[in-house]
């Protein structure tokens, strides 16, 4: 206990101010570590670390980290072989494998970029999604069985059997950027939701996520991303559908009523623009296709018959978990933002922040929690698949097809990890500099459709037969 000594000069109201001062110190302590906090600059509140909140991810990420170095832990005497790493040794099942598809499509950009565009442009103009789901289908349709009935371990493969290993080897760039662009776009759409419902800085949750995701990753391959990937997918699914009827009896949210509220959006019959629309849809479609991502589960499928039935099925899955995400953004548009504690409607950068916006404003704290656990595991999912599938392709079809042919299987896993790091660093620069969630998730198909036709017209001909 500190004595206080009082000089001559000083009156009895010194000391009086003294103690005062020290007891607000030790106020303003008790409120930092209880997470209620407040300052107040130039009439503005503003809100301090979220300790509760901060506490629970910390968890969700531990449970996550878990299980990929379990199951990581699991195959540690199977992981010999760079197939073993890319591939999980060709052993996926159907149901894994029908989760962890699903599980990869729906991420962070997926769920926060559709609910952006439903309330910025209404459901007409959100295309992503519903493009995405139908590619797999298309995938299954005419490229899943004859892909694994052919026992290749990535896109490039088929395209370096036709065109070289050099030639074939160009084709990883336009696929590289497909997957950094993705990943960033997850990572943005998670660090808008940390910065909104915990107040945790933008720069540093994307870079502590992509980390946990880049760890597991790297010991474990496909094996540990594809389990953690059943936990996440059951994480996204019931923070969001929980997040809906919370929202929907706000009391500042109005009728979703189409007369009322036009979620739906527009286009006049003779505009122009449904030929962008149009446009779009081909876009997304075919632009969905040749992703490294989507093969890499396909060729990890124990049967041919496995992976066609994981791409239809998978479909089905994207298509219902952005389901929830739409109607999240329906609420947003009929929402009176000026009556909730926000004080106004999101507008220009603000717009991509309208998903954690929602669950922060229109919910209670607990259901903001599962939500931001729903954002967090859609990410990570997504992010931990981007970046493996991008260093699979650099370590097989770049640098033991094109630079070393004689590397070993060793050799091969350490550049995949290396290259796992250097493409993670890339995407979390590119997430933390960009402000639109959805058209960075839209950069994805522009970049992939340079590759998409001769992906097609370059498969060899006994592959082109099996399509048929």
């Given at each position: 206990m500190r004595r206080f000594k009082v000089s001559r000069g000083c009156s009895a109201s010194c000391r009086c101010s003294e103690v005062v001062a020290w007891l607000e110190v030790c106020h303003l302590a008790t409120q930092f570590?209880?997470?209620?906090?407040?300052?107040?600059n130039a009439g503005l509140q503003v809100k301090m670390l979220n300790i509760p909140g901060l506490a629970g991810i910390?968890?969700?990420?531990?449970?996550?980290?878990?299980?990929?170095?379990?199951?990581?832990w699991r195959r540690r005497n199977k992981g010999g072989k760079s197939e073993e790493v890319m591939l999980a040794g060709r052993s996926i099942g159907p149901l894994v494998g029908i989760l962890t598809m699903t599980a990869t499509w729906v991420g962070g950009g997926y769920i926060n970029g559709t609910a952006e565009k439903v309330y910025d442009k209404g459901l007409i103009w959100c295309q992503a999604p519903f493009g995405y789901a139908l590619s797999l289908a298309v995938g299954g349709m005419f490229f899943a069985k004859p892909m694994r009935e052919a026992g290749y371990v990535t896109m490039l493969d088929p395209l370096q059997q036709a065109f070289g290993r050099r030639m074939g080897g160009m084709l990883y760039f336009p696929a590289l950027m497909g997957e950094t662009f993705w990943s960033a776009a997850i990572l943005s759409a998670l660090g808008s939701t940390l910065a909104v419902i915990l107040d945790i800085g933008n720069t540093v949750s994307i870079l502590v996520s992509a980390a946990i995701a880049v760890f597991y990753t790297i010991f474990g391959g496909l094996y540990s991303v594809a389990y953690t990937d059943v936990i996440q997918l059951f994480c996204i699914f019931i923070g969001l559908w929980i997040t809906v009827p919370f929202a929907m009896v706000h009391e500042s949210v109005g009728s979703l009523a189409l007369n009322e509220t036009n979620w739906l959006g527009s286009i006049e019959p003779t505009s122009p623009e449904w030929g962008l629309w149009i446009d779009y849809w081909l876009l997304l479609i075919c632009g969905g296709i040749p992703w490294q991502v989507y093969f890499q589960r396909v060729l990890s499928c124990q049967t041919p018959t496995h992976a066609r039935v994981l791409s239809y099925t998978a479909s089905v899955g994207c298509l219902?978990?952005?389901?929830p995400a739409c109607i999240i953004g329906a609420?947003?548009?009929?929402?009176?933002?000026?009556?909730?504690?926000y004080g106004k409607t999101p507008e220009g950068y603000q717009v991509k922040l309208v998903l954690p916006l929602v669950m922060q404003y229109l919910t209670p704290t607990w259901v903001a929690f599962l939500g931001l656990g729903a954002v967090s595991a859609a990410v990570m999912s997504s992010a931990d698949s981007s970046v493996l599938s991008a260093s699979s392709m650099f370590a097989r079809n770049i640098?033991?097809?094109?630079?070393?042919?004689?590397?070993?299987?060793r050799e091969v896993i350490w550049v995949m990890r290396a290259s796992i790091v250097v493409v993670a660093a890339i995407a979390?620069?590119?997430?933390?500099?960009?402000?639109?969630?959805?058209y960075l998730f839209l950069v994805l198909p522009r970049t992939v459709w340079m590759c998409k036709s001769p992906a097609i017209e370059c498969i060899p001909r006994h592959l082109t037969r099996l399509c048929i």
């Open positions: 570590y209880t997470g209620t906090l407040r300052t107040h910390i968890v969700f990420y531990l449970l996550i980290l878990g299980i990929g170095i379990y199951a990581a219902l978990s952005a389901v609420i947003a548009k009929a929402t009176d933002w000026s009556q909730t504690d640098y033991q097809n094109v630079f070393k042919q004689e590397a070993t299987d979390c620069t590119i997430g933390i500099l960009i402000n639109s969630i959805y």
